[in-house]
């Protein structure tokens, strides 16, 4: 017969609310730094951008 599972504290619900949110914020802030680092990046260091734009330039 099935029986319902007890109720999870709401500490603990806080707790993995937290750490959900955390992983988020420094998700979304890996992602805003290499953003910014890919616009300003000088044309000596492309490390982040592929050379198609430069190619597609000489083709035409």
């Known amino acids: 017969m099935a029986v319902p599972k007890k109720k999870t504290s709401s500490s ?3 707790m993995r609310r937290a750490h959900w ?3 988020a914020a420094v998700a979304a802030q890996k992602a805003l730094s290499l953003g910014k680092s890919v616009l300003n ?3 000596e260091n492309r490390s982040f951008r592929h ?3 430069e190619e597609d330039e000489g083709e035409e």
Do not use: E, G, H, T
Request: without cysteine.
């Open 21 to 23: 949110k955390r992983k």
């Open 12 to 14: 603990k619900r806080d």
């Open 51 to 53: 050379p198609q734009d």
């Open 41 to 43: 990046s000088s044309k």
